[in-house]
């Protein structure tokens, strides 16, 4: 397997139902509680406050091509 990008990896991922309005996709917000948790932090509000840090939203949009990393918890929450 080559090197993949995090959010490739979770694009298989299947819902068992329908949302609409969300603020990023399923596998973005994966991606964003994966790496999330690897940082340390161990809940879903410790997750939302660390992506929508400046430092961390830039590094997820050019970085990891997060195009929405600002909410997480609404799907995680849904």
Known sequence: MGK???VE???EVE???KYKGYFCSIPEAISIVVLGSICGLRNIS???QWAESDSV???LSQKIKL???DSPLHIISA
């Open 4 to 6: 993949q990008e995090i």
């Open 67 to 69: 195009e929405s990393y």
């Open 46 to 48: 410790q997750i939302h």
């Open 57 to 59: 939203s830039e590094f």
């Open 9 to 11: 990896y979770f694009e």
């Open 15 to 17: 819902t068992s139902r």
